[in-house]
């Protein structure tokens, strides 16, 4: 009976907390974009079909198989973990674990004004965004930084001394979950960034320790590797982000960093294993709602908006948006895939759609990067008043907390060059990679280049997406 | 041959990707211009809508307006009050390039609509306080309250609630496009359903009691809700487009 009223309390306390007041998504700061001019929309789409039919005549003449540059600059060992190495890491974790918490904190005690709270921007504009850019960069430098898991694996090893926690936990992964524990958290993240009272710090904070909780939970239940590779959303969405870095990161079956090594951009996208068909639900999910995010700032749109909003709500429009986008990629993925199967007549369609779903993700990191470039030089400045009164209490610990933003600081002609190279990088990089992964699926070159050709098409048609919300935010009407 | 291009045109993009930026900013020294352009605040719109001009140059913005309040220019965060029927000047040195909301805050009191606005109507700041506009009777079970938006009222959202409830609010964005319709919302589960709708002036929205909960519309923020009035009172009325030179 207790249990029954604690869960009706919590539930209900959850429902007023979750309930959007008012919506902001990203939205505590004003976007100030000019949109990219015709001319360089239609510069950047004939570019792609150019650099397009090029690649496809550089792979033509091609008789082996691409050869990857797998140097590896440095590496670390035992043997190279001395003392400057362990206090830089051990400062590095701290400091990681420390901006968690201050977040979480400053949600609960701070100032309910997301601008004057440090929670907010840190974990949308500087984390989300930010390390959303930095990681395609980079690499998968998560696997270190994530404070819940060093949390997890300092409480096994130094306080519960099980330090096999870590590795094993107290029951197998089980098969039936696959990646759905994923796919239902990225849902349910990509809904409260988009539709949900998103950039409330009170509510980002309860978010985060019930994110905590949960985590250290099924870590505790199924071990921390298992889970981070399988089932913890942000781990996982990092890895596949961070396999187009320039560092490849290693970790043993203790989660200790055994190995970085320096790589080829891109080519650890085709280093990632063959997913099941519900991790390509997952990776398009992740495309359709980056998508979302810019297509939402419209004229489009907003006409849909003006036509649903009256009869179904704000919340329940943007919520279909969400789950429409991805359908409409899964869609069109899948119609590309079966022609695929049927003119190469090899592999089946969900054989092809596995082996060709990391070949869209440079087109989104790109957009990613290109669509949020403004923003995190603009309204990531936000964090610099926040660092010295990161309650809002008055404080001014650094001296910056009356600093102003400095709007000027990239101009819109440097701002649209970037948007428009940075996506159709994306866009080369991509047909690389599918195919590099034609390559390996198909057994000829000549009917792997016949494989090429829809999702050539595929592409094209999703870089001129990313061009075409690029030269749409709502400001320019 | 096909090998180099494989692995240099990564390179070679990158290239002229910083040759292109840098090639670029070269343009950015072009020495500081002086403009001035003439706007007028009539009936809550800014004429003309959208101001352009380029990055790099003083800017004097001489400002007329047929009603008392602020112009505030997001971004650059510069205001200004203007006083009806005088010429203010406003300065601006644009140093950053992009499309920036310009929002005016109306000090002036509904009363005044009736007297100062024959063509079209605003709502000011007091509108969307407290049983400004309308206000029903207490609505038992299936009972319904209308108000009919005028047809002369410009954009703006109109702010309602239950005074039963206060946490029961809803918001009607009034837009000047699309047809003159009847809008209903209903009250049910103990919310408004839709609890924010577009309209165009001239409609009807009705609200239908579908609970058995007593309810009463009324115009407005609920009592003592401070936080709501400047979101709502600032009404953006145009934008500033700075263009790169």
């Known amino acids: 009976m207790n249990k029954l009223i604690f869960s009706i309390v919590i539930t209900l306390i959850t429902a007023w907390v979750f309930i959007p007041k008012k919506i902001y998504a990203h939205g505590f700061g004003e976007r100030y974009d000019l949109p990219i001019p015709l001319s360089f929309f239609l510069i950047g789409g004939s570019l792609t079909i150019i650099f397009s039919f ?47 918490i201050l977040s979480i904190v400053s949600g609960y005690i701070g100032s309910n004004n997301p601008i004057d709270n440090f929670s907010s921007p840190f974990i949308w504009i500087i984390w989300w965004v930010g390390f959303g850019i930095i990681t395609p960069i980079l690499g998968d430098f998560w696997k270190i930084l994530n404070p ?54 009170l509510t980002l904070s309860i978010i985060m320790t019930s994110y905590t909780v949960l985590s250290l939970l099924f870590m505790y239940l199924f071990g921390a590797k298992q889970w981070l590779e399988k089932g913890d959303v942000f781990s996982v969405y990092y890895h596949i982000m961070g396999s187009f870095g320039i560092f490849k990161i290693t970790q043993n079956d203790n989660l200790k960093t055994t190995k970085v090594k320096l790589r080829f951009p891109v080519i650890g996208l085709t280093e990632l294993k063959t997913p099941t068909i519900l991790f390509v639900i997952f990776h398009v999910i992740l495309l359709g709602t980056i998508s979302f995010d810019g297509l939402s700032e419209t004229r489009l749109w907003t006409n849909i908006e003006i036509l649903l909003i009256p009869s179904i709500g704000k919340a329940l429009t943007e919520t279909l948006g969400i789950f429409f986008v991805p359908s409409l990629f899964f869609v069109l993925l899948w119609i590309v895939c079966k022609t695929v199967s049927i003119i190469t007549k090899e592999k089946s369609t969900e054989t092809i759609m596995t082996s060709f779903v ?6 989104a990191i790109a957009y990613h990067i290109a669509h949020y470039l403004s923003y995190i030089l603009i309204t990531g400045q936000l964090i610099i008043p926040v660092i010295s009164d990161p309650f809002g209490y008055g404080w001014n610990i650094f001296g910056t907390s009356n600093y102003t933003l400095n709007i000027g600081i990239i101009n819109a002609k440097n701002a649209w060059y970037s948007s428009v190279i940075i996506i159709i990088l994306g866009h080369i990089f991509s047909v690389i990679i599918s195919h590099v992964n034609a390559l390996k699926v198909f057994s000829e070159t000549s009917i792997a280049i016949k494989s090429q050709i829809p999702i050539l098409i595929l592409m094209i048609f999703y870089t001129a997406l990313s061009l075409w919300i690029i030269a749409q935010p709502i400001v320019n009407h | 041959m096909s090998s180099i291009i494989k692995n240099k045109l990564p390179i070679i993009i990158l290239l002229l990707t910083f040759i292109s930026c840098a090639s670029d900013n070269s343009l950015n020294k072009i020495s500081e211009q002086e403009s001035s352009i003439n706007i007028e605040i009539r009936n809550m719109q800014l004429i003309p809508e959208n101001i352009k001009t380029v990055e790099k140059s003083q800017l004097t913005i001489n400002i007329k307006s047929d009603t008392n309040g602020s112009i505030h220019f997001h971004g650059y965060d510069l205001e200004s009050i203007v006083n009806k029927d005088e010429l203010s000047v406003l300065k601006m040195n644009l140093s950053a390039t992009g499309s920036f909301p310009v929002a005016f805050h109306s000090s002036e009191s509904s009363s005044k609509h009736d007297t100062h606005y024959s063509d079209s109507i ?54 000047n496009k699309g047809n003159i319709s009847e809008i209903k919302i209903y009250f049910e589960n103990n919310t408004f359903s839709p609890s924010k709708i577009i309209a ?46």
């Open chain 2, 200 to 245: 165009s002036p001239g409609s009807t929205v009705t609200w239908v009691n579908k609970s058995q909960e007593q309810i009463k519309i009324v115009s407005g923020a609920p009592p003592g809700i401070e936080n709501n009035k400047h979101v709502h009172d600032e009404i953006i009325i145009g934008k500033l487009i700075v263009n790169p030179r």
């Open chain 1, 54 to 100: 090029l690649l496809l005549l550089v792979f033509l003449n091609q008789k082996h198989q691409l050869r990857l540059n797998k140097s590896y600059i440095f590496r670390i060992d035992k043997r190279s973990q001395n003392y400057l190495f362990l206090f830089t890491r051990n400062i590095v974790i701290f400091f990681s674990v420390f901006l968690f």
């Open chain 1, 358 to 363: 990391f070949s869209l993700t440079p087109i």
């Open chain 1, 148 to 201: 819940i898991k060093i949390i997890y694996v300092f409480i096994v090893t130094n306080i519960l001394n099980k330090p096999k926690l870590i590795n094993k936990g107290r029951y197998e992964y089980p098969k039936s979950l696959d990646v759905w524990p994923i796919i239902i958290s990225f849902i349910l993240f990509a809904w409260f960034e988009n539709v949900g009272n998103g950039s409330n710090p």
């Open chain 2, 122 to 175: 605003n709502l000011s700041a007091d509108d969307n306080e407290h049983g400004q506009l309308f206000e029903s009777e207490i609505l038992m079970s299936s009972q319904t309250y209308s108000y009919k938006i005028p047809a002369n009222l410009s954009a703006q959202t109109i702010l309602f609630h239950d005074h039963m409830s206060h946490d029961l609010t809803g918001e009607i964005m009034v837009i």
